[in-house]
């Protein structure tokens, strides 16, 4: 188990003995977090900061803040802190809220100790994304801009290319690069965020963020010094322009991929090493071939096609050294696609990870009645694409063209987006022009079978009985499949107005092969308003009990009833 957020590790300091309880919790169930001692308190807390990656103090704010003080240093390289105080009531994100993580390191601490996260980051109190919590380098006046953002000023926002940001306020307005940035009188007006590569002019009033736009193909002599390779890419991006806060990664041909000079040199930077084959490398379209080259690693380019591999258009050409050589690419944004599990439709039963993707994303698209369960979640100023029943195939080519145009995007579904929802269809029209993040959620059977007992403890299939995308002589075999091979079964679209016959046919077919006596649930709502849950046998049973909100589970032949709960027995050894 990795340790909280990432974290290689994390310091407890505590003073007393509620306080070393507390962080013995955090320490049994984080196997990176270690009990920090010294002869004084002040001590123990001190070398937790230069030891440890971040730091939990079970003390007074004012007593952490009174030895720590002095060594504060750069939020960008200090440790985060939080403080709980003694009853553990409230987890206290005191330093390196955003930059260290301990914004999300208070979250964690209170989850596991029942206490109250307090964060006082003004972006996250506003529901706005904060600029350096993107995991894109920023450069310039972000504090400014920030509080800008914050107090409702115009800023525009200066973007090369369309990127995947989350969902900005109305008072950010996207502005075309080339617009004039200055007055007549030299002045800039307003603020200024600008998503760039190239290096610019900064002032007080504009922040950059970096995208990672960039890819340098490296090629070096066997033996070639780090320092060369760094001295000559640096050298290459200054004398063009770019910023190497920009790079996406280093690329060069896989008999590279172990170059000391290279692999130095991108572990300096914070990029990957990417190689790829000398085959795959020689098939590239390169404006500066080289049969010599060709002679030696088995294709004519290295550094060329190396930054082209994937596509991308050439800004620097291959520039040499002694035993160097760099060409730098562009290469287009890519857009992010999230499909994103709600859950059976409590919100205590949607995950953390589906809220910090809807949080993430610029656009949102999903059926109306979903989209009105998380709007309390999403960001002010984000896109709301919704529609209703049966424009399924609408809403996944939406998404898919949004991401493809390079937004951040989520596209909903209830329960697992998985499960008989829009991952599928969506997923049909993704190409490999944007990236696809799956959020897993909690399934309608899953909620089901957790109010029912334990009626998934063996073998299971999920069936739908809707025949409008599937013809019925296609699911009457499943279910007799099913029926034959003894599974529980979890019956999906069960029953609806116009189909008010095909629950019964299913039941049938599983009463020719199981006892009148198996148990069946049936549970309409799982978790919402309105929730019942109704247990009955495939003899008594009446399927006009059951509509489209319901999620019907019909138990295999071990399938009994315990204390009014069904239960299939796994089978363990033991219980013979």
Not at 11 to 38: E, K, M, N, S, Y
Not at 47 to 71: E, Q
Not at 184 to 212: C, F, I, N, S
Not at 412 to 424: I, K, Q, R
Request: net charge negative.
């Amino acid at each position: 188990m990795a340790a909280p957020n990432g974290r290689a590790s994390v310091g407890l300091v505590a003073a007393t003995g509620a306080g070393r309880r507390h962080a013995r919790i955090l320490a049994d169930a984080w196997p990176h977090a270690q009990l920090v001692d010294g002869e004084t308190v002040a001590d123990a807390l001190r070398a937790a900061w230069t030891g440890c990656d971040a730091v939990v103090a079970f003390l007074a704010t004012g007593a952490v803040v009174r030895i720590l003080g002095p060594l504060l240093g750069d939020k960008r390289t200090d440790p985060a802190v939080v403080v709980v105080d003694e009853a553990a009531r409230h987890a206290i994100a005191l330093l390196g809220g955003h930059a260290a993580g301990a914004n999300a390191l208070a979250a964690e601490v209170g989850a596991l100790l029942d206490a109250r996260p307090v964060v006082s980051t003004a972006t996250d109190a506003a529901g706005l994304p904060g600029l350096d919590t993107l995991g894109w380098p920023v450069e310039g006046a972000m504090a400014a801009v920030t509080r800008a953002i914050l107090d409702g000023e115009p800023v525009r926002l200066v973007a090369d290319a369309t990127w995947p940001l989350p969902a900005l306020p109305p008072n950010v307005q996207l502005a075309a690069p080339d617009r004039p940035s200055t007055g007549a009188d030299g002045e800039h007006r307003g603020y200024r965020l600008l998503v760039t590569d190239r290096v610019v002019p900064l002032d007080d009033r504009t922040a950059v963020l970096r995208p990672p736009s960039l890819v340098a193909g490296i090629g070096a002599s066997r033996g070639v010094p780090t320092a060369e390779v760094t001295e000559l890419l640096h050298r290459v991006l200054a004398d063009a322009g770019l910023s190497p806060a920009s790079l996406r990664c280093l690329a060069s041909v896989d008999l590279k991929a172990d170059e000391a000079g290279i692999v130095a040199t991108a572990d300096a930077l914070g990029v990957p090493l990417e190689t790829w084959p000398a085959g795959e490398l020689a098939a590239i379209d390169v404006p500066h071939p080289s049969e010599v080259v060709r002679a030696v690693v088995g294709t004519p380019s290295v550094a060329e096609a190396a930054a082209l591999r994937g596509g991308g258009a050439l800004l620097v050409a291959k520039t040499a050294s002694a035993m160097a050589t760099v060409a730098v690419a562009r290469h287009a944004s890519r857009g992010r696609l999230a499909i994103v599990g709600l859950g059976p439709g409590a919100a205590d039963l949607r995950t953390p990870r589906a809220v910090a993707e809807l949080r993430r994303a610029a656009v949102v698209v999903g059926l109306d009645q979903y989209v009105d369960q998380v709007r309390d979640v999403l960001r002010p100023g984000t896109r709301v694409l919704a529609s209703g029943l049966g424009a399924e195939e609408e809403r996944a080519r939406a998404a898919v063209a949004e991401a493809t145009a390079g937004h951040a995007v989520a596209l909903l579904g209830s329960g697992d987006a998985g499960v008989y929802a829009m991952a599928s269809p969506a997923l049909d029209h993704a190409d490999d022009r944007i990236d696809v993040v799956g959020v897993p959620g909690v399934t309608a059977a899953l909620a089901a079978a957790a109010l029912l007992g334990a009626p998934l403890g063996h073998d299971h299939a999920y069936l739908s009985l809707s025949d409008l995308h599937t013809p019925w002589a296609v699911i009457e075999r499943r279910v007799a499949a099913a029926a034959r091979g003894d599974f529980v079964a979890l019956l999906y679209n069960p029953r609806s107005r116009t189909r008010d016959w095909q629950l019964g046919a299913a039941l049938e077919t599983f009463a020719a092969h199981r006892p009148p006596d198996t148990p069946v649930g049936v549970v309409r709502n799982a978790s919402r308003p309105g929730e019942r849950v109704h247990l009955a046998t495939l003899a008594t049973l009446d399927p006009a009990l059951v509509d489209m909100y319901s999620v019907v589970v019909v138990g295999s032949t071990q399938t009994r009833v315990v204390a009014g709960r069904m239960v299939t027995p796994r089978g363990y050894r033991w219980r013979s």
